[in-house]
RNA sequence: GGGCGCUUAGCUCAGUUGGCUAGAGCGUCUCGUUUACACCGAGAAUGUCGGGGGUUCAAGUCCCUCAGCGCCCACCA
């Protein structure tokens, strides 16, 4: 055993060379656990961040949740799989690149590098990115197997996304389609719904005519758009405009060809806005491009890629960008005495959360996945309906297919966000992603994983949307779609955890992905958890520069301090705040588990290591007790708090029961203890069984002390259970009666006799630490014996040290507090009585409850057992305070 | 407009299907400390659980309502 350990715990010195124990030991790789049942698989999918940059706190908030409940199922004796991985992140990522490469001077990149430079560009980023996120996970003790490394753009994933977009394209799923789209200029790419940012932006709404004929007066903020309108929509019921729906105008705006205005009703018109009348441009905005699609209008592009008007819009207009010809259109209106209105208001834009433009709605051919189609061999199911099947009754109506959402509530938005859910536009016109999988020759398409033969085809440029490629993760990072063992053995993945932002993109199109392919969920559990913000409850961003580098932080307080920090006071689903100060507490903490390990290890020297087994329990005194039965219920909590996900609750027990009941009480006891023999095998006892609950949370000081005196690892040890402490503590209690008043009172007589005091009436008994205190409290048997034994005795609560001194000098002992304050048996019994009454009124109502035919007979068998349940218990509690009456009357 | 969340000690937050005297960390104050740890110890103070109403034997917890803060979705033509 080594000895003299630094006074203070060096997280710096220790953690990556454990690290690298962990890494070569094996104990990542569930293929080289040892498991006592063979089926106990368990498996997690690491949420791969992205490769546009390095890891901020939010990722080592995800390590570390996801880490405690890697390290705590290995240590149930699972063969427990976390797999590494990094999402390209398509569109970030080729975004992020860009914006460098203009830094540096490339003003476009695509036209200046072409495709397959810039990607060698973007590949080189997102490498160095990868190799700088890979050894940050590493630093944060992230407890994954390095051997199955994921990348959604390396050979496998990709394969998976071709052979499931192979799949969806022959049923009929994925389908190109001529719609509005968001387009974003600057990227020269699509953005699905999901990857929009509205912005309230204030503007201008034109009220005007588009000509003197036109009876209809509509309102509208872009007015240069109406350079392209069919139509005006005005509401069914509208009495103002009722005699014109169905009639034809033709007005001449300046456009290239004379407008022909068709005037619709649409029960979606507010009557109320503008001047109750809308004007309909199906190619610039998707509701326009529904009422085109249900009333058979005509549709005219005005707008190009580019973001500027086309040849549609006119000779006057073609060339010019969105502002200016908005303005020249303004002028026109006014020179024609046609705009009516001009008021400043403030409204939405929908802008490209990437590349950080306006959207621009424009009609397009586009991939789309049909999410209300019926597929094909699914019962007239649609994808629509595996997502909310999965949530609700589980995949196919199996309950025991049925994904747990903690905390609940999400299921409810989740399902309203289905509702709301629209065609998925799948495809990118960006270069760095997957490239579809689909070849034209002419008019003909091909669709398969491998390319067609034959020098006349050629592929689709457009590239995936980078959720496509996440939504396969549960499965394509085991191998799927070859038949792996990974697969069997580790799908659905047992559990996943991410934060509640992602919610809709990602586990929505993980649960559409694998009910889709596999027919399958993808996990049996998701556990969700908030964002982290400020001290001030600000988002950390790059534009606030509130960022916190986590390797800062791990350099300044060591990794464990980090982990605890972060995961302790939060609650599932639920924002958190993040300061410095925390980790101060959090490293004390580390550093207190580091002076206790230290202490006990010193002291160990001296009597070589005992098992509690071997103690007798006679030697045992109530202190002794009163640990074992407190680690007794640690133990146990633990266990179910980290079964429930509560990883704070569970940090918080440990930290109280580590400094307040195991370094300051029961640690200081044990030095003024003759019995050094059975303290220190308790104590070690009890330090090992807590380095492994600790473990999952502060795994890098767990295994250093560890390795102090054991040669194997903890992070593959069996995490403890209460048995061992259940049976030494039951047989204890049958040798000898034990309570702590009882050792209180021959403590008291055995001073009185050393220094002969005088039998006095009133003597103040010192006891170590308020943990004693309030266990007597509790301990309503005690008190009859100690009414029997001595007539007054006071006890207060003190310290250990205290305790020296004054048996030191017992003749200075005096009269603290009366008896009567520790117990007030007046207040005692009327508290005690008012319970009682409350509780029989309560027993009362429930045996009326269950004796009412209806309610046994109506009620769900469920809320009836629960209620007889509830009548047991409380008949069991009315017995007990009539116990409690009577031993205190 | 629809939905969700939050409001508990000076600060940051826990508080499981209603149930013992509402908790923790940090901070504050007092005292202490040569012998595991000042990244320490012993104590203390601080709460109309946002306001109001209701259900109940019992409400921080459930229901209604009002107020403040925050988020998400839709839309604002």
């Known amino acids: ?152 753009l390396d050979k496998e994933r990709s394969e998976a996304v071709n052979e499931v977009f192979v799949k969806m394209f022959k049923d009929g799923l994925i389908e190109k389609d001529y719609r509005v789209i968001n387009w974003s200029v600057k990227g020269q790419s699509t953005c699905s719904d999901d990857e929009l940012e509205h912005r309230e932006e204030k503007t201008t709404l034109y009220t005007f005519k588009y000509s003197k004929d036109f009876p209809i007066a509509i309102s509208t903020t872009r007015p240069e758009t109406k350079l392209g309108d069919t139509a005006v929509a005005v509401h069914p019921k509208d009495k103002r405009y009722k005699k014109y729906i169905g009639k034809t105008f033709t007005v001449d705006v300046g456009a290239k060809s004379p407008l022909k205005i068709k005037v619709i009703a649409d029960r979606e018109v507010d009557p109320d806005f503008g001047t109750g009348a809308l004007g309909v441009t199906p190619a610039h905005s998707q509701i326009d491009f529904e009422m085109k699609e249900k009333n058979n209008l005509d549709l005219i592009a005005v707008i190009g890629k580019n973001g500027k008007m086309n040849e549609n819009a006119g000779k006057e207009y073609t060339g010019l960008t969105i502002k200016q010809a908005r303005k020249k259109f303004v002028t026109w209106l006014k020179n024609q005495s046609l705009l009516e209105k001009e008021e400043l208001i403030t409204h939405n834009v929908s802008t490209s959360d990437r590349f950080g433009d306006i959207i621009e709605p424009l009609p397009m051919e586009q991939w789309f996945v049909r999410v209300n189609k019926e597929i094909p061999g699914h019962n007239g199911k649609t994808l629509k309906d595996l997502m909310k099947e999965a949530v609700t009754v589980g995949h196919n109506g199996d309950r025991s297919k049925k994904i747990i959402i903690t905390p609940n509530r999400f299921i409810d938005q989740y399902l309203h966000w289905i509702d709301n859910l629209r065609d998925w536009c799948i495809s990118r016109q960006i270069w760095w992603g997957h490239q579809i999988p689909v070849w034209y020759d002419g008019t003909k398409i091909y669709c398969n994983t491998e390319p067609p033969s034959g020098k006349k085809w050629q592929r689709d440029p457009d590239t995936l949307d980078t959720w496509f490629s996440s939504g396969l993760w549960t499965f394509s990072t085991l191998g799927w779609p070859q038949k792996t063992n990974d697969f069997k053995k580790y799908h659905p993945t047992s559990w996943m955890q991410m934060g509640y932002e992602i919610l809709f993109f990602w586990m929505a199109r993980m649960i559409l992905m694998s009910t889709y392919t596999l027919n399958e969920i993808p996990f049996q559990e998701v556990y969700i958890h908030g964002i982290l913000r400020d001290k001030t409850g600000r988002k950390f961003s790059k534009s606030l520069g509130n960022g916190i580098d986590p390797i800062d932080m791990i350099k300044k307080y060591g990794t464990d301090a980090l982990r605890l920090g972060l995961i302790s006071g939060i609650a599932p689903g639920n924002d958190s705040r993040f300061f410095e100060e925390k980790l101060e507490g959090t490293r004390n903490l580390v550093n207190k588990i580091w002076n206790i390990s230290r202490y006990i290890l010193e002291n160990q020297s001296t009597s070589s290591p005992q098992s509690l087994s071997k103690i007798k329990p006679e030697e045992l005194t109530s202190a002794d007790l009163f640990i074992l039965k407190k680690m007794m219920r640690l133990i146990e909590s633990t266990n179910q708090q980290l079964e429930k996900c509560d990883f704070s609750g569970a940090s918080d027990q440990l930290r109280d029961f580590t400094w307040n009941e195991l370094a300051d009480w029961y640690l200081e006891i044990s030095k003024f203890e003759d019995n050094k023999k059975v303290k220190t095998a308790i104590l070690f ?79 103040k008994a010192i006891i170590y630490g308020h943990s004693l205190v309030n266990a007597i409290k509790s301990e309503v048997e005690l008190i009859k014996k100690l009414r029997t034994g001595i007539e007054e005795l006071t006890i207060e609560k003190s310290g ?90």
Not at 21 to 39: Q, Y
Not at 120 to 129: D, F, L, N
Not at 726 to 744: G, W
Not at 872 to 888: A, G, M, P
């Open 685 to 763: 006892t009890v330090l090992k069984d807590l380095l492994k609950l600790w473990h999952p949370f502060m795994p890098f000081v767990t295994e250093e002390v560890w390795s102090k005196f054991n040669d194997s690892l903890l992070i593959t040890e069996k995490y403890p259970r209460k048995n061992s402490y259940s049976k030494i503590i039951k047989k204890a209690r049958r040798t000898h009666d034990f309570d702590l008043i009882k050792d209180l009172i021959v403590a008291i007589r055995n001073i009185r006799a050393e220094y002969k005091i005088p039998p006095a009436k009133k003597i």
């Open 1 to 152: 055993m080594k000895k003299n350990l630094p006074k203070t715990y060096e997280p710096w010195k220790y953690e990556d060379k454990i690290y690298r124990r962990w890494e070569r030991s094996g104990a990542f790789n569930p293929d080289k656990l040892v498991s006592a049942e063979k089926s106990s698989y368990y498996s997690i999918a690491m949420p791969p961040p992205n490769v546009t940059g390095v890891l901020h706190l939010g990722h080592a908030l995800e390590n570390s949740i996801m880490d405690i409940q890697t390290r705590f199922q290995r240590m149930q004796g699972k063969k427990v799989l976390l797999v590494p991985g990094t999402d390209h992140a398509a569109v970030a990522t080729q975004a992020k690149v860009e914006k460098e490469l203009v830094k540096e001077g490339i003003k476009n990149p695509r036209e200046q590098l072409g495709r397959k430079e810039l990607l060698k560009r973007v590949r080189q980023y997102s490498e160095q990115s990868k190799k700088t996120i890979i050894s940050q996970i590493k630093k944060m003790g992230t407890s994954c197997d390095w051997s199955r490394l994921a990348y959604t």
């Open 800 to 889: 250990p040290k205290i305790k020296r001194a004054a048996f030191a000098s017992v003749n200075e002992i005096e009269i603290y507090i009366p008896l009567a304050e520790l117990i007030d048996f007046k207040k005692e019994t009327a508290r005690a009585k008012k319970e009682l009454a409350n509780y029989e009124n309560f027993s009362k109502q429930l045996k009326n409850k269950l004796s009412n035919k209806q309610f046994t007979k109506n009620a769900p068998k469920e809320i009836v057992a629960r209620e007889k349940e509830r009548l047991e218990v409380t008949l069991k509690n009315i017995k007990k305070i009539k116990t409690y009456l009577k031993s205190i009357a």
